[in-house]
């Protein structure tokens, strides 16, 4: 590890040097009283203990008092009616976290499930919203410091990202060589497609695996995953355009539901049924999906975002005769939960990030820059990248900027 810098050297040797200053300037005064001699005034230590226990603000740069954050103040399913803008002070990391000035937040399907308060019914509002940040870190505490120094650039995924500011644990946190929005794609969306086909989907080559929703966030990479494992994919969109992407990134058979009846193409061009579906649409899709189901087949519940907005959170589903199909063809329905596999989690984003960083990997990124309104930049843009998802807009996973880089340039 590199030298401390002279500044960050001194606090490191606050605590060190300062009780041995004052035991010399208490045993001089004691000697002057003693001698009659008129005690000289103490000099101010140049050293300042009272941030020993953590490292703020840094190089060229300076930390408001205040910051924006995104609180949920109401339970509902409606982002907009469930989340605030609200200014609070800027938070400071305890010993083992780092203060984050985010640069990029992750919008996810999921997030107005949170809102709506589904995954956990015992927390009650107000709560932070966010899953997933990127940005620099520009402060940390004294135990974090002996891995990141304040300029490091990290991901994480956690709770409270969407905001200005996050405090972060150190050893929850990820080092990544720069804040391109494209890592920050790999953290829920790439993880989830990464961990569910290699845990859940036991893919064999030459196997067909259809992708729902598949130039979406999370189904971009479930469509690669599936190529690289010698797969034949078939991938639903809702347009040219992002048919047109899925061929980029190596899917055999893009359907465009806009344009095709998506039974009938399944039945006359698959009809012996495909082996693994990974599946996030849920209700209708769902059904199509446990129909077209081949004998032994795998059906990987990913989400069903179609009920996302309504009151129950749940797309109406006739799974009546669903024993009797599954039973006929020997075929699995297989639910999964990003936070029940974490022991897959590093392992899975190691390997993400070396396939990007050779050019093996697209993170296809939509920071809104075609919408009418334009690209999504500032906190507030979180709530139009959510109705934006919702609306089905977006190809890639979609991603908002929350702060441009080099953000002030005072100094201490």
């Not at 907009?80 to 803008?85: C, K």
């Not at 190529?227 to 047109?244: F, L, N, P, Q």
Request: hydrophobic residues 40%.
């Amino acid at each position: 590890m590199a030298s401390p810098s002279p500044p960050r050297l001194l606090l490191l040797l606050g605590r060190r040097t300062a009780g041995s200053l004052v035991g010399r300037a208490r045993a001089a005064r004691a000697t002057d009283a003693l001698s009659g001699v008129r005690p000289t005034v103490p000099r101010r230590f140049i050293i300042d203990t009272s941030y020993s226990a953590h490292f703020m603000d840094f190089k060229g740069s300076s930390i408001p008092s205040s910051m924006k954050k995104l609180v949920v103040t109401k339970l509902s399913q409606d982002f907009r009616e469930a989340v605030s803008v609200r200014t609070v002070a800027v938070p400071t990391p305890g010993d083992a976290e780092l203060l984050v000035r985010n640069r990029f937040v992750g919008i996810n399907a999921s997030d107005i499930n949170y809102s709506a308060g589904r995954y956990d019914p015992s927390v009650k509002p107000p709560f932070d919203a966010g899953f997933e940040g990127i940005g620099e870190v520009v402060g940390l505490g004294l135990s974090a410091s002996s891995r990141y120094t304040v300029g490091d650039t990290v991901a994480y995924f956690g709770s409270g990202a969407f905001a200005e500011y996050t405090v972060v644990p150190a050893k929850e946190s990820i080092p990544v060589p720069s804040a391109k929005p494209e890592f920050l794609t790999l953290l829920v969306s790439g993880a989830t497609a990464y961990i569910a086909l290699k845990r859940l989907g036991d893919l064999a080559k030459g196997e067909t695996v259809l992708v729902t929703a598949a130039a979406g966030g999370t189904g971009q990479f479930a469509v690669q995953f599936a190529k690289r494992a010698g797969c034949h994919v078939i991938g639903t969109c809702s347009s040219d355009e992002k048919a047109g992407f899925l061929k980029s990134i190596g899917c055999d058979r893009p359907i465009n539901y806009a344009k095709k009846d998506l039974a009938k193409t399944l039945r006359k061009e698959y009809p012996q049924g495909v082996d693994v579906v990974y599946e996030s649409v849920g209700g209708s899709v769902l059904e199509l999906a446990v129909n077209s189901l081949a004998t032994k087949g795998r059906l990987i519940v990913i989400g069903f975002i179609s009920g996302y907005q309504t009151a129950s959170g749940i797309p109406p589903f006739k799974g009546g005769t669903l024993p009797v199909k599954l039973l006929q063809k020997s075929a699995s329905v297989r639910g999964f939960f990003l936070p029940h596999f974490l022991g897959d989690y590093k392992e899975a984003l190691t390997s993400m990030m070396q396939m990007f960083a050779k050019g093996e990997l697209v993170c296809e990124v939509d920071c809104g820059d075609m919408t009418q309104e334009g690209r999504f930049v500032g906190l507030e843009s979180v709530f139009r990248a959510v109705d934006y998802m919702y609306a089905g807009k977006n190809l890639g996973k979609v991603v908002v900027e929350v702060a441009p880089p080099n953000v002030g340039d005072s100094k201490l």
